[in-house]
């Protein structure tokens, strides 16, 4: 046989890529899934989906009259901007007048008079500065600095407008913690707008009051009604804000509009590209989705099988666990020679003492000359593994030895299942004190005159008797050994790995995969598990077959016990006892 060591640890990429693309496609129901899944979207892509492009499209195109005209907001923004600028040079020449008119009353009065006069100018100017707040601020901040002035100060009229505006705020300021459009927030705001312009209506009259008393000092030369009238810059201040506010709604307005005819003309840019798919034949739409379908679920299946690869072949098998491969177990043309009797025919479909490759595997496990063998074999499949055990024992039949195999797994009784035998009573019997050996060993013909023994799992689980298995076959081993040269346990993955070997007298695994289907990461955990254990893993089989098909545990019935004469009855009790 090869050895592992003389392997070279590294693989070529090439060679790495090639095993992983085997494996892949051995996957063909994997492959073929992905690809009908594919093959119906892309089909319902590139075939149905263009049908529903024109009513999707005429959906979303715009309809006629969505569109806004923004040629007469764009007017009416300019004829907006005119009236400002309209406006602020209005403003501006009524300052302007009214400075010329102020410095012309100054050169005209007496020194007296011109002081007086400018008192009063500056007690106008500041009354006026209060007044335009109001205006261009209607707040109440604004109406109470205007009641507060030097001019409303001495007004008890003003000071009664004051005291009530003051209470209104402290009414709306509690009223406004609650938060909403509250109504009676909305009454106390329009209350105290009224006392404002109450207060405003009487800094007005003021206002005209130091005006005659400054017309009073002005001498006989006064400017007339007209001069004064252009003078007057709180009409052009009101005209200035009023023209303002309609330019600001107008913008708006124009922008609203064009955000909406920029949104219609992405709907308009989208319904075209929908409206015009890729048109193709139906036949290269078909060919296409069935090719994509096929690249993609290969794809998948390699993607999955680079992220966790699976054994390929023996030598990336001996690679992985680091131990050598005994032999590959191959499905082989069924022989003419073996239906001829009925003794084959009737035998179980995967024991066949004659393949070679079984016959390779006895041959490793038990050279001419060997005496005792007591051989442990699991695998990631514990039926294929008791195919193997009982094909070893049939081979072992053959040359005169006496064999006993021993299924421990009772969850799936893998051994009876595999030689279509009863699984019980059996080994759990036997740890639970029901029966003995003897009435516990079966016996399965292999061929026309060999027979094998057969201890089967019985019933239950073997989950929780992996310990009470350990030491019973640590206690009867040895007896066991006394009478039998071969002795295969058949035993499940999990019973190994908790230290069945190591109870054994001899500790040799034989471990089972399968090509294709075992990952690297749990054949390499598998013979690391083995050896803490205690057992020695002396090699790996590996199935290259479709997994065989299982005997539910419920549909091997207990049945009618195997007769036993006399003499099987002394053999079988001088063996177990």
Not at 101 to 107: G, I
Not at 448 to 458: F, M, T
Not at 476 to 502: K, N, Q, V
């Amino acid at each position: 046989m090869t050895l592992t060591s003389e392997y070279r640890l590294i693989l070529p990429r090439a060679t790495y890529l090639a095993a992983r693309a085997r494996n892949a496609m051995h996957r063909p129901i994997f492959i073929g899934a992905v690809s009908v899944g594919t093959f119906v979207t892309a089909l319902v892509a590139l075939v149905v989906v263009p049908q529903q492009a024109q009513r999707a499209a005429r959906a979303i195109a715009p309809k006629p009259g969505e569109r806004p005209d923004t040629i007469v907001l764009a007017q009416t923004v300019a004829a907006a901007n005119a009236r400002v600028a309209s406006a602020y040079s209005a403003l501006t020449a009524a300052r302007v007048k009214a400075a010329m008119l102020a410095q012309a009353a100054a050169d005209t009065l007496d020194p007296v008079l011109a002081a007086q006069r400018d008192s009063l100018d500056r007690r106008l100017s500041q009354l006026d500065a209060l007044l335009a707040r109001t205006e261009t601020a209607p707040l109440a901040a604004s109406y109470r600095a205007l009641g507060d002035s030097p001019e409303l100060a001495r007004s008890s009229a003003a000071r009664t407008l004051l005291d009530s505006l003051s209470e209104i705020e402290r009414e709306r300021d509690a009223s406004a913690t609650s938060g909403g459009a509250d109504p009676v927030f909305v009454a106390l705001t329009a209350r105290a707008t009224e006392i404002g312009r109450a207060l405003q209506a009487i800094g007005v009259a003021r206002r005209d009051t130091l005006r005659e008393a400054i017309a009073a000092l002005n001498s006989p030369t006064k400017p007339s009604a007209s001069e004064l009238a252009q003078a007057d810059t709180m009409k052009r201040i009101a005209a200035h804000e009023a023209a303002t506010t309609v330019l600001a709604t107008a913008t708006a307005q124009l922008e609203a509009a064009r955000r909406r005819v920029e949104e219609l003309d992405r709907r308009a840019e989208r319904a075209r590209v929908i409206a015009n798919p890729l048109n193709a034949p139906p036949y290269a739409l078909l060919a296409s989705a069935i090719v994509f379908g096929m690249v993609l679920g290969f794809g998948a299946a390699l993607a999955q099988e680079l992220r966790r690869p699976r054994i390929a072949d023996e030598r990336e098998a001996e690679r992985v666990g680091g131990v050598r491969v005994v032999s590959v177990i191959r499905p082989r043309p069924p022989s003419p020679e073996r239906g001829r009797r009925m003794a084959d025919r009737a035998a179980p479909p995967h024991i066949d003492p004659a393949n070679d490759a079984n016959q390779l595997v006895w041959l490793f496990v038990a050279p001419p000359g060997s005496s005792l063998l007591m051989l442990t074999i699991c695998g990631d499949s514990s039926l294929i593994a008791a195919i193997i055990a009982a094909n070893l024992g049939a081979l072992a039949a053959e040359e005169a030895r006496n064999v006993i195999v021993i299924d421990t797994d009772s969850a799936s009784s893998p051994v009876s299942s595999a030689l279509r035998l009863r699984r019980e009573p059996g080994l759990r019997e036997i740890i639970e004190g029901r029966v003995a050996w003897p009435e516990a060993t079966q016996h399965a013909t292999i061929g026309r005159d060999r027979v094998i023994d057969v201890v089967p799992s019985g019933a239950g689980s073997s989950v929780t008797d992996m310990g009470r298995i350990s030491d019973l076959l640590r206690r009867d081993a040895a007896r066991m050994a006394r009478h039998y040269d071969t002795i295969l346990i058949a035993a499940s993955s999990e019973a190994t790995f908790s230290g069945l070997p190591g109870a054994l007298p001899m500790h040799d695994v034989l471990y089972c995969a399968r090509l294709g289907v075992t990952r690297h990461e749990d054949l390499r955990k598998a013979i690391q598990s083995i050896r803490l254990a205690g057992g020695n893993p002396l090699g790996i089989v590996l199935w290259d077959d479709a997994e065989p098909a299982e005997i539910a545990p419920d549909e091997l019935t207990p049945g009618t016990p195997t007769h036993r004469t006399a003499e099987m009855e002394a053999l079988v009790g001088g063996r177990a006892r």
